[in-house]
């Protein structure tokens, strides 16, 4: 199966080992991954913004660089969420509306293309250590998330899930959000983080490396002794 891979920007820009284990996921379950190296951003963070006109340019050219009729593929729940989500709305009746309609049907986030589409939940991966899942907010609200990654996690030798009490409250980063209202946004980082240490988790494990990044800022700057994870990166350990 050919598959086309969608990278977001912050994985480009900040985490691009997220983006290789991505691809080492997929050629493992034996995809052929295609990489348009001419592709940017999808439109997300402009929409979220407010500005959708912008929004709407940068988003032509998503349709325009995933041409073809293969699954699209993103370790990223919120990027996902906002293609199926807003394509529709942005591009009714215009010239795009039925290349709109027809790449929210193919765009999918790594675990549920792993899980519901391949049908495939143990990669042979191994992690001996605690870990909790955070529920990211595109992944569980916009793309029905849920289920697929706890599936994978599982099937991870030595790892160990405990479910934290706060697992589906957002973490406080919002894109946007976050700079608007710092001192709510890192309260509710500091709730998040709160809510995994009670489990005494290593990790925390989550879709979307934007949640991973604001966390992570929040436990570094308070020297906090536990990690975060992006899903592919547990899923790639012990290979």
Partial sequence: ???????PCFIDQLYPQVGMNTVKILEKVGCTVQYNANQ???GQPA???GYVQE????????ISDFTGSEYIIAPSGSCIGYVRGCFEEIF?????HNDAKAITKRSFELSEFLVDILRI?????????IATYHDACGA???CGIKTSPRKLLAHVEGLTIHEMKECETCCGFGGTFAVKYEPISIGMAQTKVSSALAVDAEYIISTDISCLM???AYIKHNDINIQTAHLADILCMGW
């Fill in 1 to 7: 199966m050919t598959v086309q891979l969608f990278i």
């Fill in 40 to 42: 940017t951003c999808c």
């Fill in 47 to 49: 929409y979220n913004a």
């Fill in 55 to 62: 929004a709407k340019s940068v988003s032509e050219k998503f």
């Fill in 92 to 96: 009714d009746n215009t010239s795009y």
């Fill in 121 to 129: 939940e143990h990669l042979g991966a191994s992690c001996k250590a």
């Fill in 140 to 142: 569980l609200r916009e």
């Fill in 214 to 216: 604001h966390l992570d």
